[in-house]
Each structure stands twice: as C-alpha cells, then as structure tokens.
C-alpha cells in the first residue's frame, strides 16, 4: 500500500506537468519565438522537467527501475491523451531520455530525443527555440559518447537557433556557449572554450540573481578552463564562488554539487593542497557513489581526481587501485576508446613513470596516443 501511495505523487505531478505542458503551440510567427512570454513559459517548462527528476531521484522513488516506469507511463499517457505527434509526447520523450542518458545509456537516449526532435520539427518547423533544446540533449549525448565533433555541429546549431530566436543576451545562449566551451576545452582549444564561458558568465550575470544556479555553473565552467590553463589559483577562487552559491541555495547533495567538488578538488591538487584536495574528493564520490552507484562513468571522474591528488602527494599504494577501478569503469561503460579513458590511462602513465616502471608506462603512452589520434574524427 505505502508503496503504491510512493508512485502516486509523482504520478500526479506528471499528469499535471503533461496538461501544462500539452498547451504548447507553434509560433505563429518567427518573431514571436523570443518573445518574453515565450522565454517564460520554455523557463517555466525547464523548471518543470528538474522538479520532476528531482522528485524521481531525490524523494519518491528507491530504484532508477521505478523512474523508468513511470515516465513510461507518462509517456503512455501522454500518447493516449494527445497524439503520438504532439510537443507533450516530445516532453514526456525528453524526460525518458535524460533518464537514459543519466544512466549513460547513449543508444537510447538518442533514439528518444530523435524521436522528440521529430514531432518538434513537425510541430514547430526547424528553427524554433524548442528544436534548440532537442538538438542541445543530442549534443549532450555525442559529447558523452566522446565524439566531440559530432557534439559541436549539434550545438553550433542550437546556438544559432538560439541566438537568432531569442537574442544574443539570452539565459539559453549562456547555456549553449557553455556547453560548446565545454566541447572545446575537451578539444583542448583553451582560448576558444575561455572566451565562450567567460561570455556566457557575463550573459548569466547580467540577466539571473547573483546567486542563482545559472551563475554557478558558468563560474564552475571557467574554473575548469582554468584547471586546463594550470592557472590554477584564479581557478580556486572561481571554484569556491561556485560552492559557495551551491551551498547557500541548498543545492549541497546533487549531481552539479558533486562535479563542482570534483573540479574544486583537481585545483587544490595542483596547488599543491593535497590534504584538502582529498576531502573535497572523498565527499565528491560519496555524493556520486550514492546517487549513481559504483559502477558509474561519473565515478570514474572523481576516482581518477583522488588518484592523482594521492599520486602528486607520493602516496602512490593509495593512488594505483583508485586509477585501476577507474579505468574499470570507463572501459566497460564508455568503451576501449573514449576520451575519457585516454584521460585517465595519461595520468596513471605518470604514476607508472614515478614507481620506475617505465617499459610499462611507454605502453600506456602509446594507447592514449592512439586514442587521441581518432578525437578529431569522430
């Protein structure tokens, strides 16, 4: 019975949610796509689709299992409702495939979201702020799978849409800028991934409170610019800004509260403040390890962040099994060839190199050059 009552609520938040959203129509003309009604109402519907999640994963359900059912069942019900080809099935169709893409389930996760961009385009036609959106969790998906370039013509897209539809100054240009500037900084082009964040935290600051999650995240982007720059002290102060917006607001337990300890932790090491770098690490995995599980491509991040703060702090016993799991964990979940992999497989070639195991250490090299060499391709 307690159980049933557990999926009721979020049952009926979704009904709710889907009526809400099933008054979505198509511009009646192009200009009316940036208008500020229409920005408030996409806001309104954003906010929305986190609450959601959130109540999913936070209050009303044990098992991701039970999530996975029950957007189905709003999917269900939103087809039953209005049709397969109306922009509440695409909503319904994105939260499945931010739940498969949480889970890193790429294939399915992009089947959802082609199958939303779809009804959008049919809908909306293909230049509308909506189709922005689409095209945005798609790139999400590529950026994942480790195919950069295939992220970045996605999101060059949604930028322009963006830009074109709701003005150079908009929240959701700052968001496309950042997540281009993430692509970039993972291309290694650091002026280009600088001069996109910096831009979107200007927009964000300007345009949102202070002290918003919107300034958060742009302020936790630029200290992984500056992590990659080895500027590594503009970087900290960036990163404790971030931190501490995240912890006034009450956003201390989440996924973005995790990757900004991981990102502050990375900066303490190459400060060469080992001991804190190691707390901030720890509680990172914890928060990842208990949202996410042990097996978690996010994981991985923040092992591979421990293991190079035990690695540079010479407590190499500590550092060599934390790399090991890492690199576990990406391979099986990402594959023999990811990004990320090379990521991990580079710093633990260093720890190979201090423990004078140097025949081992050239072998590892050559993998992640090997990996390397295919980025720009994909």
Partial sequence: MIRHLRLAVPTIVLAVFIHTISGAK????????????NAAARATAQEGITQILDVLRDRALDREADADVLLRRALALSEAEFGVDHPATARSLMLLGGLALDRAEFADA?????????????????DHPEIASVVAA????????????AAERLQRRALD????????????????????????LHQRQYLEADALVQGALVIVEKKLEPESFGVASALNMLANVRLRQKRYAEGETLSARSLAIREKLGGSSGPAMAAALDTH????????????????????????????GASHPRVAIVLTTLATAYRDWGRYADAEPLYTRALEIREKALGPDHPLLAETLE???????????????????ARVRTIRATIGTR
């Fill in 161 to 184: 849409i963006r830009t074109r539809k709701l003005g150079s100054e908009h929240p959701e240009v700052a968001g496309s800028m950042q997540s281009l500037g993430y692509l970039r």
């Fill in 265 to 292: 932790a990375e900066l303490l090491t190459g400060l060469r403040r080992y001991a804190e770098a190691e707390t901030y690490a720890t509680r990172a995995l914890a928060l990842v390890e208990r949202r996410r």
């Fill in 110 to 126: 992009e089947a959802l979201y082609r199958r939303a961009l779809a009804i959008d385009e049919k809908v909306f036609g293909p």
């Fill in 347 to 365: 710093a633990q070639a260093v720890l190979l190199r201090k423990t004078d195991r140097e025949a081992d250490a050239e072998k590892v090299e």
């Fill in 26 to 37: 198509p511009a009646a003309a192009p200009a009316a796509a940036g208008s500020s009604a």
């Fill in 138 to 149: 798609l790139a999400s998906v590529e950026s994942n799978r480790g195919h950069y370039a």
